[in-house]
């Protein structure tokens, strides 16, 4: 009968074999019941030999034929069901599961010291090896120390925290059943709510693959808070945003005392938190973990704080941040005049690292992925909404990302890519929670989509396969832009950005792409400036889609107007009412000869015209459209393109004669070349 010890002996030489995995487990198996039998039959002699000792042997068979039972289950259940409770091959066992007869290298992540659990979790997940932020922060993370970590976009610092944190769950309660739930393990704070769904979704995958594992609670705007009170008391990681986070545990002291024994304080996307309008909530939350009122004079640096790990992660930092916050005894107030560089100072200091924090870049000289493709297409400030749309029909088919600076823009360049019969989809702020989570379902679920969001969308979210970012505004600082492009180029995939530019924004766009691929040599000196590609679209193409797009603005501008005149006349009507005032909506919206003077008078008149036009001049307007539409544009081809070659002129002359184009009549080979 083989022994225990020679068991585990043959378990570690398996996983470093070289040899399938069904091979593995049939080798374990065999092993496993071989020494279930030997147990059973000593079992029952036992019994037979010495009625003294019968009540012990027995309650050793049913232990061992428990365990048996357990392992041999486990070798039987499909990938997507849960393990139970089993023995220290269950590692292997999962990933055969979830391998399904393919090899499962996990040698990597053997590397990092992780338990056989998280082994097992990780392999069900498919990654075979650990990325680069991963490999440096997880044994630092795993040894005590505060980390700083900085990394481009899609590069997996969600799980280069979330393996730590789930590891240290396992290691205090999972392990040793007897000890007592203190509250949360881990804190994690995040700048937007879908990002924070993003994050639970992701550590909860990590944690499906576990026997037992820790409870993720999310707390964000837009959903019961009662509910997450509920949830907060029995939460083992809570990921939030600041804003709803304080919400719950301000005035709330025995939830706020339960806080202050978390192992894990993440703060993930640190530079946004101020940028995001929620500063002054971190920094009260980082002050309830400390046991501190964050408005008193901090004269004290020797106070004792509870203990505690604080993990920062962003894909943009300032690279002298460490050795600042080395020398600095502490950092001014951040108050409203300060720079986004002295902000992030302060919320650094504000965190309280218990030890120097080890800062790990593992970004490339480039801060921009390396299959990314950039330009800028310069139009006039009042032609953007033609250019656009001309973008996205002369690069049809493809997921595509459109940023704009304001709410305002979002509200109205989604209806009106709508009434131009495309897919698309808003995203900001102020829409309630479930509308900004079905907006990115759907944009995730349809290979042709258009997102038009704010920035919101610009950190963090992980939607595959986007293939192009467009940016209706400027983007108003590097690291915005960074963060907005790399939302494609995710991976090893390919992607494009493009920005449209105003004449007088494209210099101050180039020096701003010129800021963000600067690298920078020992002495700190620039090199030589990247340039931006100028992209050329022919202007008859962008004239002959004119008519249409006139249209639907026209359209999309009324229903705008209309809704946001009802609005406003509802709000005035009531206030009248209170008043005990009569409502006249002429004398209130200041429609008399006259009055239309001054900042904003002609906006506010051609929303008034918008606002007049009847049903029947509205359906005649769609009716126009949809005439409009259904025309064939002969956009045909430039003689630059055919004489370069990029033009297929058999193949056009095909599509032109069977109609396959869509009533398009274009060639080409991509958008402006830059192919994906």
Request: proline share 4%; charged share 30%; hydrophobic share 40%.
């Amino acid at each position: 009968m083989p022994s225990m010890s020679l068991l585990k002996g043959l378990g570690t030489a398996l996983w470093k074999a070289r040899m399938s995995i069904p091979a593995k487990l049939a080798i374990l198996k065999v092993a496993w019941r071989a020494r279930a039998a030997k147990k059973k039959a000593a079992g029952k002699d036992g019994a037979k030999k010495d009625a003294g000792k019968k009540q012990k042997a027995r309650k050793d068979k049913d232990n061992n034929n428990n365990k048996l039972a357990a392992a041999d289950k486990e070798l039987q259940k499909p990938a997507s069901r849960k393990q139970q409770q089993g023995n220290s091959f269950d590692a292997l066992m999962a990933v055969g599961d979830a391998a399904a007869a393919e090899e499962a290298d996990m040698g990597a992540w053997v590397e990092l010291n992780l338990s056989t659990r998280i082994l097992s979790a990780i392999a069900k997940l498919g990654f075979a090896k650990p990325t680069l932020i991963q490999e440096k922060t997880i044994p630092e993370i795993l040894a005590g120390e505060d980390v700083i970590g900085k990394a481009q976009t899609g590069s997996g610092k969600t799980l280069a925290f979330g393996i730590p944190i789930v590891e240290k769950w396992l290691e205090l309660y999972e392990e040793r059943r007897n000890v007592k739930r203190e509250g949360p393990t881990a804190v994690v704070l995040s700048p937007t709510r879908e990002l924070a769904k993003q994050l639970s979704d992701h550590i909860k995958a990590l944690c499906d693959g576990l026997p037992t594992a820790p409870y993720v609670c999310t707390v964000t705007g837009g959903l019961s808070i009662h509910k997450q009170q509920r949830q907060l008391e029995k939460a083992d990681i809570v990921i939030a945003t600041p804003g709803r986070l304080w919400e719950v545990l301000d005035g709330d002291m025995s939830l706020q005392n339960s806080f202050t024994k978390i192992k894990f304080l993440v703060v993930d996307e640190a530079d946004r938190l101020f940028k995001a309008g929620q500063f002054k909530e971190a920094e009260d939350i980082i002050g309830a973990l400390d046991r501190k009122d964050p408005d008193a004079e901090d004269d004290d640096d020797d106070e004792e704080l509870p203990p505690r790990q604080t993990l920062v992660f962003s894909a943009t930092f300032d690279k002298n941040l460490q050795s600042k916050l080395a020398v600095r005894g502490k950092a001014p107030k951040a108050g409203a005049g300060s720079s986004d560089e002295e902000k992030m100072e302060y919320l650094m200091k504000s965190l309280k690292f218990r030890s120097e924090p080890k800062f790990i870049d593992v970004n490339p000289a480039s801060q921009m992925a390396s299959g990314l493709k950039e330009g800028l297409i310069e139009c006039g400030a009042m032609e953007k909404d033609l250019y656009l749309y001309t973008v996205l029909v002369l690069n049809p088919n493809k997921r595509t990302l459109v940023f704009t600076n304001s709410i305002s823009a979002v509200r109205r360049l989604a209806p009106l890519l709508q009434n131009l019969g495309l897919s698309v989809l808003p995203l900001h702020s102020q829409m309630i929670q479930k509308a900004r989570l079905r907006s990115i379902e759907r944009f995730a679920a349809s290979r042709n989509s258009i997102l038009v969001a704010t920035d919101v969308a610009a950190r963090g979210l992980d939607i595959k396969e986007v293939d192009q970012v467009l940016h209706y505004h400027v983007p108003r600082q590097a690291d915005t832009y960074i963060h907005r492009s790399g939302r494609t180029a995710r991976g090893d995939r390919s992607g494009v950005s493009v920005i449209l530019c105003s004449p007088e924004e494209v210099l101050p766009t180039r020096r701003l792409a010129g800021k963000v691929h600067a690298e920078r040599d020992g002495s700190t000196s620039l090199k030589r400036e990247h340039f931006i590609e100028t992209l050329l679209i022919d202007r008859k193409i962008a004239q002959r889609l004119k008519p249409r797009v006139d249209l639907a603005k026209r359209i999309a501008d009324a229903v705008l107007a209309k809704e946001k005149g009802h609005s406003e006349d509802q709000w005035l009507r009531n206030a009248a009412e209170e008043l005990g005032v009569d409502y006249d909506s002429e004398e209130f919206d200041g429609s008399a000869p006259g009055n239309w003077g001054g900042r904003g008078g002609g906006r506010k008149k051609k929303e008034k015209e918008a606002r007049q036009l009847s049903k029947a001049e509205m359906g005649a307007l769609r009716a126009q459209l949809r005439e409009e539409l259904s025309k064939r544009v002969n956009l045909g081809v430039s003689e630059k393109y055919i004489t370069g070659g990029r033009v297929d002129i058999g193949a056009l002359l095909r599509e032109k004669e069977q109609g396959t184009v869509g009533g398009l009549f274009l060639g080409g080979d991509g958008l402006f070349g830059m192919n994906l």
